[in-house]
């Protein structure tokens, strides 16, 4: 087994979820189990690496050639809390011959209803037991990167200009560039490792923005409560059935966007509903939070006081309006991925990432392809073809820089 997979391997077998209930942060200590090891593993390589009070591992590749830009790269070590992430169990299939994979008794996955089984057929392909995710978000983009600098660590000979390395916390729930130290991390641009396919480029991303909805109702007496009972559970099924119906994300794809319903709870006096708002475009994005307003405010009215509390927030922003002034990054990374015999593949983001808000706080930083598939659940799947390959297109980005 070659060293890239031993090192996902190995990552993967720790549990590193973050938490959206967390007021800690990072949210979850337990992220830091991986960090640590991260910063062992540098410092063997002969890095000066280390592991900040937030949880953010860095270091930095000194460059051996002068006049050339720096590049960073940057990873994150958690997983999404959307399954469960303890006690990964790994299994490799050589050669996937595009069949049906039996996960468990009770799981299995087809190209007929997965598609992206289709891109792997041929491949060495790492899956789970069904029993949780696999980790391959986003720890193929951790272990590619630990590759790199292995490389660039016992190859003296290549010439490059600096190259910076970060692991960041808390990605999955949208804090992954809160503490971000840009006093050290003095790269010209960067790239996260976070993307699917490999040779994908991605530099446009939802903006994106967290809806948190109180329902106050009126408790009384089911036995008496005729006219005078109002259940805030009630109103918080009202509030969504006055949404757009083809706004829910399980109608969209591509560039449309979305108002998905993460949580809902409550009571009769009291209940909290909460969803994530995504739209690349920015007036249509605008336009979907002020339906919220607009449905809370007919709903008070409705009701004769005020029984809905609207608190918007927006998480983060579309990348391209800032990477369309800097396409020199995006064409390093195209001619890399010729470089290595590929397409380059690029398509937006129906999410977002660590470079998304980076981008907006003055470090561009697109999005590259890792080889993994099926984030955040039990179908989660990765491709060792491709994740080797990923490593060959991060050496080339670096190499061209070097021309």
């Keep these: ?63 051996n050639i002068e006049g050339k830009k720096s590049i960073g790269f940057i990873a994150h070590v958690d997983t999404s809390p959307d399954a469960p992430g303890k006690g990964v169990n790994p299994r490799i299939i050589k050669n996937y011959d595009g069949s049906k994979i039996q996960l468990n008794k009770d799981l299995s996955m087809h190209p007929e209803q997965f598609p992206s089984l289709t891109r792997v057929i ?90 948190n909805l109180n329902f106050t109702g009126k408790s009384i007496h089911p036995g008496s409560a005729k006219n005078k009972l109002v259940h805030a559970v009630h109103i918080a099924m009202e509030f969504h059935q006055l949404l757009p119906v083809f706004l829910n994300p399980a109608y969209t794809e591509n560039y449309e966007g979305f108002n998905h319903l993460t949580q809902i709870q409550g009571l009769v006096e009291q209940a909290h509903s909460q969803y994530i708002v995504r739209n690349h475009d920015k007036a249509l994005f605008k336009q979907q939070k002020d339906e919220f307003l607009k449905i809370a405010k007919y709903l008070n009215e409705k009701y004769g006081y005020n029984a809905v509390a609207v608190d918007v927030k927006d998480s983060y922003y579309n990348m391209y309006d800032i990477i369309k002034d800097h396409m020199e990054v995006i064409e390093l990374a195209k001619q890399a991925v010729v470089n290595c015999g590929l397409e380059p593949k690029i398509e937006p983001i129906r999410g977002g990432t660590d470079g998304a808000r980076l981008t907006y706080d003055g470090l561009i930083c697109p999005n590259l392809g890792t080889g993994g598939y099926q984030f955040h659940g039990r179908l989660e799947f990765a491709s060792i073809n491709q994740m080797e390959k990923a490593v060959e297109i991060y050496k080339e980005i670096i190499r061209e820089n070097a021309k």
């Design 122 to 211: 041929g491949q060495d392909i790492i899956v789970t037991d069904g029993n949780t995710l696999l980790g391959a978000d986003d720890k193929c983009g951790v272990a590619e990167i630990m590759e790199l600098a292995k490389y660039f660590t016992t190859h003296k000979e290549e010439k490059h200009g600096d190259i910076y390395i970060c692991f960041t916390p808390d990605e999955e729930i949208g804090n992954g560039a809160n503490r971000f130290d840009f006093d050290y991390f003095k790269a010209d641009f960067a790239y996260t490792a976070d993307g699917s396919e490999v040779g994908g480029i991605e530099y446009e991303n939802f903006n994106a923005a967290t809806v």
């Design 1 to 63: 087994m070659n060293t890239l997979i031993e090192r996902f391997l190995r990552y993967v077998a720790i549990d590193t979820q973050s938490d959206h209930e967390s007021e800690t942060f990072p949210s979850t200590e337990k992220q830091k189990d991986l960090s640590r090891l991260l910063v062992e593993e540098l410092i063997e390589m002969g890095l000066d690496a280390f592991l900040d009070k937030d949880g953010y591992v860095y270091t930095k590749i000194e460059k």
